[in-house]
């Protein structure tokens, strides 16, 4: 390449345009700034192989099942279990066999903004999607893995094409239409499964964030239902919302109080 100021090769860098050819020319430019240019380079580089190593490892699973001739695999994942208000949402997802997006991974281990641009790209290149929200009132009354297992049904039943296979997060569910298995931390080693979990969070965590427009003194804002010493001072002061799951103990206690 020809000789250019650090700022222009700066410029390069940051627009992804430096090649390695470049990089093997500019290892021989003394520039302090270039050098700087060079190393941002190669750890950009590492940074990328170990997420396609980690993409590859993700979608075992999902490799598995294409090889048995079953193509459409849905993951699946619920968030909300373990929170004292608000809904337990689930997502069932279908990803195409092309499918390629480095950094997914469970919905838990990325920042908010990255699972908002994620949350976009699974909807819009899925072959198929389903979300299902079940409400406080009915975790009461069936108790919060009954509730759970309901909505991953009902987000499975949304799927158009139906699966042929199904992964699924830690849970085993009955009578499915198809095979299925459930895995042990699955959003952290399926595609589709972790592709579920930004689904179902993302819609939860938008849900709490309307609910707490209604109920500021609990700061679902920031807990997403969770008891946050906040959320239980909270509670203490105001007592029970009609989002609160009054079969929780924390939330049962406060009603006895």
């Known amino acids: 390449m020809k ?44 940074k990328e192989k170990a997420l396609e190593q980690l993409f590859q490892e993700m979608s075992t699973y999902e ?40 950094g997914l991974n469970d919905s838990k281990q990325l920042a908010e903004q990255k699972r908002e641009e994620y949350f976009a790209v699974i909807k819009e290149e899925a072959i198929s999607y389903g979300i299902a929200i079940i409400d406080n ?8 893995l009954e509730a759970t297992k309901m909505a991953m049904h009902k987000a499975i039943g949304q799927l158009q094409p139906p699966a042929e296979h199904v992964l699924i997060d830690a ?18 080693n399926s595609i589709s499964i972790a592709a579920a ?24 804002r920031s807990n997403m239902g969770y008891g946050t010493k906040a959320h239980l001072e909270g509670l203490q002061m105001y007592g029970i919302s009609p989002y609160h799951r009054q079969s929780f103990a924390p939330v049962r206690d406060c009603q006895k109080g």
């Open 137 to 144: 009132q009915t975790i009461d009354n069936l108790n919060i």
């Open 171 to 188: 849970v085993q569910l009955e009578n499915l239409h198809c095979s299925s298995e459930s895995i042990i931390k699955g959003d952290a």
């Open 63 to 102: 490799r598995v099942s294409y090889e048995k001739g079953k193509y459409l695999v849905a993951g699946v994942d619920e968030a909300g279990r373990g929170p004292l208000a608000g809904p337990v949402v689930a997502a069932a997802v279908i990803l195409p066999r092309d499918f390629k997006l480095l």
């Open 3 to 46: 000789a250019q100021s650090i700022n222009e090769i700066k410029a390069l860098f940051q627009a992804g345009k430096l090649k390695e050819a470049d990089i093997l020319t500019l290892k021989n430019d003394q520039r302090k700034g270039v050098q700087q240019i060079v190393s941002s380079y190669e750890k950009q580089l590492l």
């Open 197 to 220: 979990s930004i689904l179902a969070k993302v819609t939860r965590d938008r849900i709490m964030k309307e609910i707490d427009k209604q109920y500021p003194m609990y700061d679902f």
